[in-house]
């Protein structure tokens, strides 16, 4: 039903809904997985990016990187990975680590 449901959303996106958004080609999509689940990866990876929730710490983004990158390696187009950090904590090693 996700899939389905963002299908939609971009349709609506792409012309189906006025007024359409002003960023291009749309708005971004990032999809949310629980650390260490895997399979919302997949959908992520038709989409802009990956939210991944409860992660340990820099060494497992890492990892998600990584696997991340194998998967897209002949693509070019921008991929969000996003981390959320308590205020005030140090985003240098989650930035070093390929959040962005």
Known sequence: MLDDSL???D???RGGFHPLPMQRPRIPVWVA???PNRRPIQRALRWDGLFPIDLPGPEQLAELVDEIGKARARREDPFDLVVEAPPGADARPWEA???T
Do not use: D, V
């Open 7 to 9: 299908e939609r959303l």
């Open 33 to 35: 997985t629980r650390w």
């Open 97 to 99: 680590a390929g959040a």
């Open 11 to 13: 349709g609506f996106w």
